[in-house]
């Protein structure tokens, strides 16, 4: 993504956000929050199904995808939060007969 872009989507959320509701605001963030949530265990599921160890390799796809979700989500919540997404994602496949991750948005900490 280009300078550019980024600043294309700053400015449309600045917008939404001074023209938005209180709640409007919540719901919008919490899709934001809850899809990149998404991603992370899925990506975090997948590699774990696979048995795939995290790489080392500063190229590794995976590797990246994981740690820049990581950090965006890190960014928008805490640490600690992201790391109880990943403890979810990783014993979720250990529990005989769940195929998705709860939807853990609109937990509290």
Do not use: C
Not at 28 to 51: D, P, R, W
Not at 86 to 97: I, M, Q, V, Y
């Amino acid at each position: 993504m280009k300078q550019a872009e980024l600043e294309l989507i700053a400015r449309e959320m600045r917008a939404r956000g001074l023209h938005s509701t209180w709640n409007e605001l919540i719901v919008f963030s919490e899709g934001i929050v809850g899809s990149l949530s998404e991603a992370y265990q899925t990506l975090l599921k997948s590699m774990a199904k696979s048995n795939t160890i995290p790489s080392t390799d500063p190229d590794d796809v995976q590797k990246v995808v994981r740690d820049k979700l990581a950090k965006a989500l890190t960014l928008l919540t805490d640490k600690a939060r992201v790391a109880k997404w990943e403890s979810e994602a990783l014993t979720e496949k250990n529990r005989p007969g769940t195929q998705g991750v709860e939807d853990s948005r609109f937990e509290e900490n």
